[in-house]
T-cell receptor, first 110, second 111 residues
Framework: DAKTTQPTSMDCAEGRAANLPCNHS???????VYWYRQIHSQGPQYIIH???NNETNEMASLIITEDRKSSTLILPHATLRDTAVYYC???????????FGAGTRLTVKP | EAQVTQNPRYLITVTGKKLTVTCSQN?????MSWYRQDPGLGLRQIYY???????DKGDVPEGYKVSRKEKRNFPLILESPSPNQTSLYFC??????????FGEGSRLTVL
């Protein structure tokens, strides 16, 4: 599976959009981009995934560049409860092997 | 409610005393996996199971055993725990390679 690069940490003001970048320059054509988050020491929680089109669900939006070498997770109106570590993972869709990196620690500030 | 349940959530034990951390899911998922999480090292996969009676080593299997006799259960066994197995453990499951569902974690301390 392709490796990903994420910033170690980011801050965001409450109520503003949080934009979390992820680089995956070696991504293969059949690899999806997945995002999870982990609040404090709870189990990681699935957020969203996509292949090449932008995706949106009730939690977030995922923007994937046309060359698929990077993506951005967008939390449109961040709240204090969105403070967490966010993981970007790329893998083949039906491959159960999910490798977590260090992620980005997002702190939402009042 | 769809969930992955781990027990115990917290455990303090002593070196060499065998212990089992149970994991159960109620979503009829074929795939189950165990991770450990340590400061600075992120989540690392210990063992995984693609289905009943099928298990494979992950990245850090040493000192651990697993079994998958039933689809819903995937216990993690520490035959002779050592202090370096002090960690936060997570069980996860998924259906057909889709998103993983995680348990709430089991914090283990080995003295």
């Amino acid at each position: 599976d392709a490796k990903t690069t994420q910033p170690t940490s980011m801050d965001c003001a409450e109520g503003r959009a949080a934009n979390l970048p992820c680089n995956h320059s070696t991504i293969s054509g059949n690899e999806y981009v997945y995002w999870y988050r982990q609040i404090h020491s709870q189990g990681p929680q699935y957020i969203i995934h996509g292949l090449k089109n932008n995706e949106t669900n009730e939690m977030a939006s995922l923007i994937i560049t046309e060359d698929r070498k990077s993506s951005t997770l967008i939390l449109p109106h961040a709240t204090l409860r969105d403070t967490a570590v966010y993981y970007c993972i790329v893998r083949v869709r039906n491959n159960n092997d999910m490798r977590f990196g260090a992620g980005t620690r997002l702190t939402v500030k009042p | 409610e769809a969930q992955v349940t781990q027990n115990p959530r917290y455990l303090i034990t002593v070196t060499g005393k065998k212990l089992t951390v149970t994991c159960s899911q109620n979503m009829n998922h074929e795939y189950m996996s165990w991770y450990r999480q340590d400061p600075g090292l992120g989540l690392r996969q210990i063992y995984y199971s693609m289905n009943v009676e099928v298990t494979d080593k992950g990245d850090v299997p040493e000192g651990y055993k697993v079994s998958r006799k039933e689809k819903r259960n995937f216990p993690l066994i520490l035959e002779s725990p050592s202090p370096n197995q002090t960690s936060l453990y997570f069980c996860a499951s998924s259906l057909g390679g889709r998103e993983l569902f995680f348990g709430e974690g089991s914090r283990l301390t080995v003295l």
